[in-house]
C-alpha cells in the first residue's frame, strides 16, 4: 500500500535532478489544459467592476449609451446582442476541443512520458512531442478526448460522482504512454480497477497539496507553476506504484 510520505519523497528526489526540466514539461502540461489537480480544477468567480454593460430584466442595459459599448448595443439591439454572443462562444468552444485533441492531448500525454521515464533514467524534454511521431496519435487522442467527455457528463449528473469518476480516470495518461495502442474502453476500464480502493486516497494526496498551492497564488498565481512538477513527479510514482500492486489481468 502506498503512502503520500513515500511518493513525495521519491518525487522530490527526482526534482533534485531534474527540477527545471520537469518544470518546463510541467509548464506545458498546464498550458495545453492538461492538468488533473481538483484543486485546480475548481475554477473561481469575479466581480462585475469595469464593465460597461449588464443583462437585466431581459434587456442589456448599458451604463453608458455613448461610449462604444452603447452605440454598439444600440445598433445591434438586444437579439442580436445574444446572438453574437452565443456565435462567439461557440466558436471559442470548437476552437478549444479542436486545439485540445489536435496539440493539447499529445502534449500532455508526452508530459506525462517525461516524468514516467524519470523514474528509472534521465528524461528527455522531447518527450514533449513522442506522441507526434508514435504511430499511435488518433488513438492517444481518442482515448483522452472520450475520456474528457465521460467525465464531463458524471460532472453533469452530480458534482460527487463526477469527482469520483475524475480520480477513476486519472491514470488513463499513464496507460497510454505504457500502452499507446490500447483500445479507449480498455484503458478506461483499466484505469477504473487500478484506481479502485484508492479513490479516497488520491483525494487526500490532492488536499496534501492545498497549501502549496495557496502560497503560490498569494504569489500572484505565479507560484502555482512552481508546484505543478511536484504534483506531477509524484502521481507519476503513484502510477508506478499502483502499477508494481496490480494482481487484474487486462
Known sequence: MWTR???????????????WKAFLVAFMIFIVGGNQNMLL?????SGRGGQDAHYQ?????????????????????????????IVIVLFVIGF????????????EIGGRKFFLDGINEEPDVKSLGWVFKSGS????????????????????LLIIPGIIKHYSYMMVPYIL???????????????????????????ILDLSFLGWYILGTLMLGIGVLFVNPYYEATYAQLYVSLKDNETIEY
Open 5 to 19: 510520505v513515500e511518493l513525495k519523497s521519491k518525487a522530490k528526489d527526482f526534482l533534485r535532478m531534474y527540477y
Open 41 to 45: 480544477n475548481s475554477g473561481g468567480s
Open 57 to 85: 430584466g431581459g434587456q442589456i442595459i448599458v451604463d453608458d449609451p455613448n461610449s462604444f459599448v452603447g452605440r454598439f448595443t444600440e445598433l445591434m439591439g438586444t437579439p442580436g446582442i445574444l446572438a453574437l454572443s
Open 96 to 107: 478549444f476541443l479542436l486545439f485540445r485533441f489536435f496539440i493539447g492531448i499529445p502534449i
Open 137 to 156: 496519435y488518433m488513438n492517444i487522442s481518442i482515448t483522452m478526448f472520450l475520456t474528457g467527455i465521460y467525465n464531463f457528463l458524471w460532472f453533469l
Open 177 to 203: 504512454v505504457k500502452n499507446p495502442n490500447i483500445e479507449p474502453s480498455k484503458a478506461i476500464r483499466q484505469s477504473i480497477q487500478m484506481t479502485d480502493g484508492h479513490k479516497m486516497n488520491m483525494f
